[in-house]
Nanobody, 122 residues
Framework: QVQLVESGGGSVQAGGSLMLSCVVSGAAIRNMDMGWFREVAGEERRAVAIWSAVGRPTYVDSVKGRVTISHDSVKNTLYLNMTNLKPEDSAMFYC????????????????WGRGVEVAVSS
C-alpha cells in the first residue's frame, strides 16, 4: 500500500520561507510522477509543482522563481522549498504520486497524503 506523509507546513509572514517534505512508503518515487498540489476551500485542487519520473520539474506560473521541487530517491522523499511567500499562497498543500506522464492534472494522481496547512500573513 502506497502511503504519503507530509510535514513542514505552518504559519509565516509574507516574504518568509517554508520547506515541505513528503515521505513515501510502498513504492519508489523514482518510478512515478510526484507532485505538490494546493487546495483552498471552495476551489479545486491545483498543481503547484511536479517532479516527473524522467527527472523534469514543472512549475505553475504563479510560483516560478519562488518554489523549488526536489526529491531524494534514497530517502524516498519529495520536497517543496517555498520562498518569498505571499498571503495568496495560503492553502492546504498535498503531496501526490501518480503514473508516469501524469503531469499537472490532479485526476492522474492516485495516491495522496493528508495535507499540511500553509498560512501566510501580510
Amino acid at each position: 500500500q502506497v502511503q504519503l506523509v507530509e510535514s513542514g507546513g505552518g504559519s509565516v509572514q509574507a516574504g518568509g520561507s517554508l520547506m515541505l517534505s513528503c515521505v513515501v512508503s510502498g513504492a519508489a518515487i523514482r518510478n512515478m510522477d510526484m507532485g505538490w498540489f494546493r487546495e483552498v476551500a471552495g476551489e479545486e485542487r491545483r498543481a503547484v509543482a511536479i517532479w516527473s519520473a524522467v527527472g523534469r520539474p514543472t512549475y505553475v506560473d504563479s510560483v516560478k522563481g519562488r518554489v523549488t521541487i526536489s526529491h531524494d530517491s534514497v530517502k524516498n522523499t519529495l520536497y517543496l522549498n517555498m520562498t518569498n511567500l505571499k498571503p495568496e499562497d495560503s492553502a492546504m498543500f498535498y503531496c501526490a504520486a501518480g503514473r508516469r506522464g501524469a503531469g499537472l492534472s490532479a485526476q492522474w494522481y492516485h495516491y495522496w497524503g493528508r495535507g499540511v496547512e500553509v498560512a501566510v500573513s501580510s
